[in-house]
Structure formats: C-alpha cells, structure tokens
C-alpha cells in the first residue's frame, strides 16, 4: 500500500507570493492534518480535515488555508508569504479523524524556502 | 496554553550506551505517542500510551506513561548508530476535537 504522498517536495518562493501544497493520503484514509515544523517552534498544528470538513484548526493567522477533495486529497495554500513561512511543512493522514487508539501516518514533507 | 517539554534536545553517545529522553508537562493528556523523524522524512510512529502508569517494551526501546498522565520517558538500551534521529512525543487532548501537540524533540546521534 503507498504511503502518503506530499508534492512537491521543495518549493522555493518569495515574500508576497502565495503557494499551495498537496496531500495524497493513503487509499482509505479519509481524515488528513496538517502541521508546520521549524527548527525554533517545532512541529505546530495546522488543520484537521474528516469527509471535506475542517474538524479542528490550530493557532496560524488567515493567511493558511486549506481544503480537501471527495477523494480525501487534501491542499493547503498560504497566501502573501513572510520569511517565518520557511519551513517543512507535513502531512498525515488516519483512517477516521484523530483519536487515542487511532494512528496516523506522516507523508515526507514539503519543504517550502521563502526569501 | 498545553506545552510538551523534551530534555535533554541534544545528545550524543558511543554505540552500546544507555540513555534515555523525558517529556514533561504539568497538562493530563489522554494519550501520549513517541516519534522518530530521520532526515528528509516524516515522524514514524513508535508507540502509543494510554493508561497512566502504562510502560511498553519495543525491543531495546522502552516507554513510560506517568501515573499521573503528564509525563513520559524513553529509554534506550544499548543505543546502535540506526537509533540515531530526531525523538518527538505528542500528547493529545480529550477536550472537544482531538489534537496532537508535539514537543520540541531530541536530537539523539549515536556514534560506532
């Protein structure tokens, strides 16, 4: 069974632009989350997404959106980027949406370079 | 706000050493997972903890859920270089909708 797939797997951009991420999640999988990881904050939350819904967000300003397909793909966009934006950015995906038995599994990232 | 802390962040040991990583935090959580990241790579989950006092053994790898739900511990026996990599634990909440907060991670570099 593939893994969960992250595309592209670097991005460079620069400060104003906008840019959008994507998520294939393993065949079944219908709940995918993001996060963002820095070498200073470490790995932070983004958003949760179950059946096209977003189930649960974390604390990142409007400009991090995202969305996700009937097929469960999922993107996220970021929108007028700041340096702070560098960053790895992951995905995971899990059967049903996040729970204390339930395991999700992580893609490899995207890592997005921002000057 | 809930925090995971992780200490220490970095550490480096010959081949054959013991060690072992904390995760401390003065929130309950529900559950508490153990991951490594290698380079270029997502988090793999290690393991997952559920019961206050709980310990699970993968093979010379240890854990341990406090009694209290607010801490665990890694422990390592006879690290080989194939351990090395980035160790994060995240606990998560049972309040309303789950989410997953992860601590800052510890960098473990094992040296033959």
């Known amino acids: 069974k593939a893994g969960v797939t992250q595309t592209p797997r670097y991005l460079i951009k620069t400060r104003g632009q906008q840019v959008t991420l994507s998520c294939s999640p393993i065949?079944?999988?219908?709940?995918v989350s993001w996060y963002q990881q820095t070498p200073g904050q470490g790995l932070q939350f983004l958003f949760e997404?179950?059946?096209?819904?977003?189930?649960n967000k974390g604390n990142f300003p409007g400009r991090f959106s995202g969305r996700q397909f009937s097929n469960s793909r999922s993107e996220m966009n970021v929108s007028t980027l700041e340096l702070g934006d560098s960053a790895l950015y992951l995905c995971a995906s899990s059967l049903v949406p996040r729970g204390s038995t339930d395991t999700q599994y992580f893609g490899p990232g995207t890592r997005l370079t921002v000057l | 706000t809930q925090l995971l802390e992780q200490s220490p962040q970095f550490l480096s040991i010959q081949e054959g050493e013991n060690l072992t990583v904390y995760c401390n935090s003065s929130s309950v959580f529900s559950s508490l997972q153990w991951y490594r990241q290698e380079p270029g790579e997502g988090p793999v989950l290690l393991v997952t903890v559920v019961t206050g006092g709980e310990v699970k053994k993968l093979k010379r790898l240890t854990f341990q859920f406090g009694d209290a739900r607010k801490d665990s511990s890694l422990h390592i026996t006879a690290a080989q270089p194939g351990d090395t990599g980035l160790y994060l634990c995240a606990g998560e909440n049972s309040g309303g909708y789950n989410k997953l907060i992860f601590g800052a991670g510890t960098r473990l570099a094992v040296h033959p």
């Open positions: 065949s079944g999988h219908r709940s």
């Open positions: 997404y179950f059946s096209e819904t977003q189930r």
